[in-house]
Nanobody, 125 residues
Framework: VQLQASGGGLVQAGDSLRLSCAASGRTFSHVAMGWFRQAPGKERAFVAAINWSAAGTYYSDSVKGRFTISRDNAKNTMYLQLNSLKPEDTAVYYC???????????????????WGQGTLVTVSS
């Protein structure tokens, strides 16, 4: 079972990026998935989550209104659209899947069963 995150890069403040998370080894179409990020010297923090049908989404206050999470179950892929990026968004972004958590409880990293390897987003001022 593998989650492969991609799409990170170096951008300027105000720019946009789209991160992708491709799942392989099993289908994740019936579980909640989400994104976390870890800035240098800080703990891993919740960013967003989406339920299995994509009908429900949940965001941290710091990204609400700027980031959009989505998924395509036919492609076993999840996305995170990052708009209006700020220097404080600089971090390694990790995709995640939880076999049991609802999107509201998935903000706790302990609910995650599978982690991707991370993709670095750097936002310059």
């Amino acid at each position: 079972v593998q989650l492969q995150a991609s799409g990170g890069g170096l951008v300027q403040a105000g720019d946009s990026l789209r991160l992708s998370c491709a799942a392989s080894g099993r289908t994740f179409s019936h579980v909640a998935m989400g994104w976390f990020r870890q800035a240098p010297g800080k703990e891993r923090a919740f960013v967003a989550a989406i339920n299995w049908s994509a009908a429900g989404t949940y965001y941290s206050d710091s990204v609400k209104g700027r980031f959009t999470i989505s998924r395509d179950n036919a492609k076993n892929t999840m996305y995170l659209q990052l708009n209006s990026l700020k220097p404080e968004d600089t971090a390694v972004y990790y995709c995640a899947a939880s076999l049991t958590a609802r999107i509201g409880t998935m903000r706790d990293p302990r609910t995650v069963d599978y982690w991707g390897q991370g993709t670095l987003v750097t936002v310059s001022s």
